[in-house]
C-alpha cells in the first residue's frame, strides 16, 4: 500500500532533507547548471517566502518546489522561475505533478501571472510534467551556460494564468 503524501509549506527545519534532494538532482546533470547547494542562507533569500513547498510522506520531505523571482525590476514582480524537484526513490509516483500543480495554484493566489522554467532537452521527465500542467515551448536557448566544459542548451518554457494580470 502507497505511503499518503501531502503538501506543506516549507520550513527552515526542512532544508536538509530539501538539500539532499536538490543534491540527488545535481548529481543527475540534467536537473540543474548548480554543481553544489547552497547554504540555507542563500537559498532563502534566492526564493519567494510565500511560494515554497514540500510533498511529505510519513514525516520525511520527498520532493520540493519554489519559485524564484525573475527581476527586481517591479514590472516583472509577477513573473517567477519554478524549481521542482522529487526524491529519486519517490519519483514515477505523481509526486512532481501534486507539487507543481499545488505550486501553481499558491502562485496564483500570491499575484503570480507568469511562471517559467529553463529545463535541460535531456530531462524528458521534467519536460512532460511542465506540459502536463499548461506550459508552453517558449523557444530553445542554445549553448545558454557550460556545465564541466560544455555548452548546454536549455528549452523555455512558461504558464501564464488565466486569471492573474489580466485586469
Known amino acids: 500500500m502507497e505511503n499518503k503524501v501531502y503538501i506543506d509549506n516549507m520550513q527552515?527545519?526542512?532544508?536538509?532533507?530539501?538539500?539532499?534532494i536538490y543534491l540527488e538532482g545535481?548529481?543527475?546533470?540534467?536537473?540543474?547548471?548548480?554543481?553544489?547547494a547552497p547554504s540555507w542562507e542563500e537559498w532563502d533569500q534566492s526564493h519567494s517566502l510565500d511560494c515554497r513547498?514540500?510533498?511529505?510522506?510519513?514525516?520525511?520531505?520527498?520532493?520540493?518546489?519554489?519559485l524564484s523571482p525573475v527581476s527586481s525590476r517591479c514590472v516583472y514582480g509577477g513573473v517567477a522561475e519554478v524549481s521542482v524537484y522529487v526524491s529519486g526513490s519517490h519519483m514515477g509516483k505523481g509526486i512532481g505533478n501534486v507539487l507543481l500543480s499545488s505550486l501553481i495554484e499558491i502562485s496564483e493566489q500570491n499575484g503570480y501571472w507568469?511562471?517559467?522554467s529553463g529545463i535541460f532537452p535531456e530531462?524528458?521527465?521534467s519536460i512532460h510534467l511542465h506540459i502536463k500542467n499548461g506550459f508552453r515551448e517558449v523557444g530553445r536557448r542554445e549553448r545558454i551556460g557550460k556545465m564541466d566544459g560544455m555548452w548546454r542548451d536549455t528549452i523555455l518554457?512558461?504558464?501564464?494564468?488565466p486569471t492573474v494580470g489580466m485586469d
Open 12 to 20: 527552515s527545519e526542512d532544508w536538509e532533507q530539501v538539500k539532499a
Open 26 to 36: 545535481i548529481a543527475t546533470g540534467n536537473a540543474t547548471f548548480q554543481q553544489q
Open 53 to 66: 513547498i514540500v510533498a511529505r510522506s510519513e514525516g520525511n520531505v520527498v520532493g520540493w518546489a519554489a
Open 114 to 116: 507568469t511562471l517559467q
Open 123 to 125: 530531462n524528458k521527465g
Open 157 to 161: 518554457f512558461e504558464r501564464r494564468s
